[in-house]
């Protein structure tokens, strides 16, 4: 889930990590054809140690967020929000310390797509490759979004207020993730799961309820759509 001018947004998707790659035979079979695994579905430190490791942090952080001090929490909050100003004043620690926080705390409906997205993403292509994807559509969808808040400022179309637009979350991160996921997953679940989650998300975008969030989901998606070749091959390597 992401905050974004005080406004949160929910999606879940759960994605069975026992379910096939694309154009790659499926690697656990009994019954005739599948044999499910359910505790697959969640991180563990030698199955995916990368997402079990993220999680840990996030369940952390939402505890700080739930007991802490509010005066506190809001502080650290507004410390890690992406917004323009801090983009510029210090990029890098930002985009990292935003990621660190679940809107709605770690039982929010969104921790749990987060969990399934990135395990099964984990334990096809591996914890770096993961984070890679996860780190690439977190920055990339912010920058996107962001950057024209701060050349409407320049213009004049925007009040300089929206330089201090409170901005954090991992659902750029997840989205990403989710995109490049269905990659690996056989049509049959592929785009129902991309209908369903795309669907959802341009259903926010038509609610305007947070525009400039919604558009960053869409983008997020789009590049974990657009490496598809990518993930593809790397699962081949991970084989």
Known sequence: MRVAGGA??????????????SGAPARVRSLGRWRLRPWHLFPTPTGAPFT??????LAVTSLIAAYADPALVHALHQGSSTD????????VLVLL????????????????????VLTALERRIGGPRTAVVFLLGHV?????????????????????????????????GVAASLGALTGLLRP????????????????????????LTNWG???????????????RRWYREQG
């Open 84 to 91: 323009v100003a801090h983009l510029v004043r210090a990029p």
């Open 97 to 116: 310390a935003s990621a660190l926080w679940v809107a709605g705390g770690i039982l929010a409906p969104y921790t749990l797509c987060f969990l399934f």
């Open 188 to 211: 049959w679940l592929r785009w129902p799961v991309l209908v369903l989650f795309g669907g959802m998300l341009i259903q926010d975008l038509l609610n305007l309820t947070d525009p």
């Open 8 to 21: 949160t947004h929910a999606a879940v998707v759960a994605v069975p990590d026992a379910l096939g790659a």
């Open 140 to 172: 990339l969808a912010t920058l996107a979004t962001e950057g024209p808040v701060g050349f409407a400022v320049l213009a004049g179309h925007l009040p300089d207020s929206s330089l201090h637009r409170l901005d954090y979350g991992i659902s750029f």
């Open 217 to 231: 989901h869409l983008i997020a998606l789009a590049i974990g759509l657009g490496m598809w070749p990518v993930v």
């Open 52 to 57: 079990f490791a993220y999680a840990a942090v």
